[in-house]
């Protein structure tokens, strides 16, 4: 069984930073693209980022591309985000996310989130 | 971006009601339409990628239809625990982007 629990989501003051992680199992993880996905309080979906197999391709959001950084560590079976300049609307819940592995981007397992606040 | 419009925002049904969800990309984007269930407090549930490939595990009574810039998703006869928001998604080009939700509801 696919299992993905994200860590790290605290408040944290306009300006700071953040690092949010992903633990994967139940699957070969070094063979998926893995996505962040987050949703503001009683908001919809928004795609943050997504990372292939091997950490050689990356893609932003233009709303976190120069302040977040998508990485993975395929021998610890893990996803990471870290976050910097942090903005009030970067509050949210962020889903860690396994890709289907068809071609498109469309994910099949989902953690259940880990929630980010940034207030003063 | 590639901005997805679904409508309706809302809708409201009854259990057995056959319901369509549409979805417009502003650009043409083939096939890369992918379709996911929200109950609340739950992460988001993959129906349909690919425009029409259902999901394994997913009742036969969800269905997408589409191509280009106009999408579909119908569910044949409402059951009790269909009633979530819906979400498109495009996946033809980064930055990946989602519909705003159309959340169903019980008439």
């Known amino acids: 069984e696919v299992q993905l629990v994200e860590s790290g989501g605290v408040v944290v003051q306009p300006g700071g930073s953040l690092r949010l992680s992903c633990a994967a199992s139940g699957f070969t993880f070094d063979d998926y693209t893995m996505h962040w996905v987050r949703q503001a309080p009683g908001k919809g979906l928004e795609w943050v980022s997504l990372i292939s197999w091997d950490g050689g391709s990356t893609y932003y959001a233009d709303s976190v591309r120069g302040r977040f950084t998508i990485s993975r560590d395929n021998n610890k079976n893990s996803l990471y985000l870290q976050m910097k300049s942090l903005r009030t609307e970067d509050t949210a819940l962020y889903y860690c996310?396994?890709?289907?592995?068809?071609?498109?981007?469309?994910?099949?397992?989902w953690g259940q989130g880990t929630l980010v606040t940034v207030s003063s | 971006d590639i901005q997805m419009t679904q409508s309706p925002s809302s809708l409201s049904a009854s259990v057995g009601d056959r319901v369509t969800i549409t979805c417009r990309a502003s650009e043409t984007i083939s096939i890369y339409s992918n379709w996911y269930q929200q109950k609340p407090g739950k992460a988001p549930k993959l129906l349909i990628y690919g425009a029409f490939n259902l999901q394994s595990g997913v009742p036969s009574r969800f269905s997408g239809t589409g191509s280009g810039t106009d999408f579909t998703l119908t569910i044949s006869s409402l059951q009790p625990e269909d009633f979530a928001t819906y979400y498109c998604?495009?996946?033809?080009?980064?930055?990946?982007?989602f519909g705003q939700g159309t959340r169903l509801e019980i008439k």
């Open positions: 998604q495009q996946s033809f080009k980064t930055p990946s982007t």
């Open positions: 996310a396994k890709d289907l592995g068809s071609s498109g981007w469309s994910m099949d397992d």
